[in-house]
C-alpha cells in the first residue's frame, strides 16, 4: 500500500531527526521526534492491516506480436 510506504517514510525521516537532535543534545525534542514516529510506524502497520486484499498482478500474456510485411521499395 502506498499510503502506509510513505507513512513508514516519514517515520524514519523522524527518527532520524530524533537522533540528530539527541546527538545535539536536545534529548527531549529528540523522545517527543521519536515517540512521533514510532506513532507513524503504528499508524501504517494498522492502515495494512485494514486495507482490503489487492487483487493479484497478472503476468502480461507472452503473444507473440505478428510484424505487418513492410512494403518493398522500389
Known amino acids: 500500500m502506498a499510503d ?14 530524533a537522533l540528530k537532535a539527541r546527538e545535539d543534545g536536545k534529548s527531549d525534542y ?27 498482478v497478472q503476468a502480461p500474456s507472452q503473444q507473440p506480436t505478428q510484424q505487418q510485411p513492410q512494403p518493398k521499395k522500389k
Open 30 to 56: 529528540a523522545d517527543e521526534l521519536t515517540k512521533l514516529a514510532s506513532e507513524a510506524f503504528d499508524h501504517a502497520t494498522r492502515l495494512e492491516a485494514t486495507a482490503p486484499p489487492m487483487p493479484p
Open 4 to 17: 502506509a510506504e510513505q507513512i513508514r517514510v516519514r517515520a524514519a525521516r523522524l527518527f532520524a531527526l
